[in-house]
């Protein structure tokens, strides 16, 4: 297996490559770099500048792959690189703050053998749009982070996200190394234990195991809680693009002042609960990942008091809870969707079409297990924020009365979902009640213990 080097000292660059699973070791080249670019454009500059700095760690070993890169940030044509001092750091961020500026990062791959060198040259350029700061917001951010190794003195994978309104192009590139071109790069030089690399642990980076309070069994994520609120919010705007929200602010008020009441007694507090109304006749509701739950105008219209109310959104709180979008989104083995929805800016045609299908998938439902634990943990929630929990009971009759009268729809919300009797057992016995005959009509699932 080749060895890989990277020619930088940058802490950014050598975390993302660690996040992607290379190994490597650091030679840091001491090359001049070329500051003015004379008749160069923006992208042979840092192409010029990343070739020098590969080939000069390309002589300090006998074979392997060196990876370099040189990142500058332009704004109305001044290039804005590695702040000299504090003061200087200061004078760019507030300068920067002012516009969008541009960043350029060229990309250098060298592999380095008996038999010879190949090179691969590229670059990647993104817009980043900032939040105005102040001399009070720049002081206080640099009491958090250090800006004298960053191109334009600020980070987007830290603090400086709080002030990145939005970015067009590559996130990773604004970080300081665009990992699809590298990958792009490392395919062009076929270099295929390194593309294998990329690709493997690009999906299971930050894959952990854990303990799933409400399942009671250890359960594998690839997706930490922070990329799951990232992915949630990705599909959130979305959704706001393409659906109809209601305009009536008390029924709206209703529903965030019953799902905060739920969320307060959850299993699941270290995430914030958006619940939103969308303007739709169809009896439907559905959960995103990290906390996001759209009841349809036509469920509201269909509830006979808050106390059904409150167990529909305890039950798609109950979802969130158990991760069960997560899980679903991981089936998928779908890695571009997965992919786009933590790592790509607000925006593009490709999120929107990754949120699409992330969206559909929820709307469809999930397994009859998960949707029968969710009933479960939906009593379970009701009764503690204070609900009577047998409006699950009274919801699902009368649900079961509305779709033996309707066709079946595409994205009905129960057609996946158990037969009513199985769903109301598993109510029953979470509520500590008896169980009759008819209760064991059409069983499907074990009882949750």
């Known amino acids: 297996m080749e060895k890989i080097y990277l020619a930088s000292k940058s802490k950014a660059r050598k975390e993302l490559l660690k996040k992607f699973g290379l190994k490597f070791k650091v030679i840091p080249a001491k ?16 192409k010029h500048n990343a070739c020098n700095k590969a080939k000069a760690a390309a002589a300090m070993v006998n074979e392997g792959v060196i990876i370099a890169a040189d990142t500058i940030c332009v704004q109305n044509g001044k290039i804005f690189g590695k702040p000299k001092n504090m003061r200087d750091a200061r004078r760019m961020l507030k300068k920067l703050s002012s516009r969008p500026q541009r960043l350029y990062t ?95 642990t690009a999906f299971l980076s930050g894959c952990s195991t854990e303990y799933n309070l409400v399942t009671k069994q250890e359960e594998k994520y690839y997706y930490s809680t922070d990329k799951e609120v990232q992915m ?45 109304v969308l303007e739709d006749d169809e009896v439907n509701a559905v959960s ?14 269909k509830v006979s008091n808050d106390d059904e109310l409150a167990c529909v959104l305890a039950h798609e709180v109950g979802h969130i809870v158990a991760r069960h979008s997560i ?54 929630y009701a009764r503690l924020a204070g609900y009577d929990p047998h409006g699950m009971i009274t919801f699902l009759t009368k649900l079961q009365d509305i779709n033996r009268r309707m066709p079946l729809q595409e994205k009905s919300y129960y057609k996946t979902h158990p037969y009513v009797p199985d769903r109301i057992r598993v109510v029953k016995q979470e509520l500590g009640e008896s169980i009759d005959f008819g209760d064991y009509i059409n069983i499907e699932q074990k009882p949750h213990e």
Do not use: W
């Open 327 to 380: 899980k679903k989104l991981q089936a998928m083995q779908s890695y571009s969707v997965l992919r786009l929805l933590v790592a790509v800016a607000p925006g593009t045609g490709d999120l929107g079409s990754a949120a699409d299908t992330a969206f559909t998938q929820f709307l469809l439902g999930y397994s009859r297990e998960d949707e029968l634990l969710a009933d479960q943990l939906g009593a379970r």
């Open 288 to 301: 995103l990942p990290g906390g996001y739950v759209y009841v349809n105008s036509g469920l509201l219209d």
């Open 106 to 200: 060229g990309l250098a791959v060298i592999e380095k053998s008996r038999q010879g060198e190949k090179l691969a040259l590229d670059h990647e350029e993104t817009k980043v749009y900032m939040d105005k700061l102040s001399d009070l917001e720049i002081s206080d951010y640099f009491k958090r982070v250090s800006p004298m190794d960053k191109a334009g003195s600020f980070d987007i994978q830290g603090n400086g996200a709080f002030f990145i309104k939005r970015i067009d192009g590559c996130f990773y590139n604004v970080v300081g190394l665009p990992i699809r071109k590298l990958y792009l790069m490392f395919k062009k030089l076929n270099l295929k234990f390194f593309i294998l690399c990329l690709l493997t």
């Open 232 to 276: 949630g919010r990705s599909i959130d705007q979305q959704v706001q693009k393409e659906y109809k929200f209601s305009n009536d602010p008390l029924q709206q008020k209703r529903l965030q002042d019953i799902g905060n009441k739920i969320a307060a007694v959850s299993d699941r507090k270290e995430i914030d609960y958006h619940f939103q």
């Open 31 to 46: 090359v001049r770099e070329k500051k003015l670019r004379g008749n160069l454009s923006y992208p042979q500059l840092v």
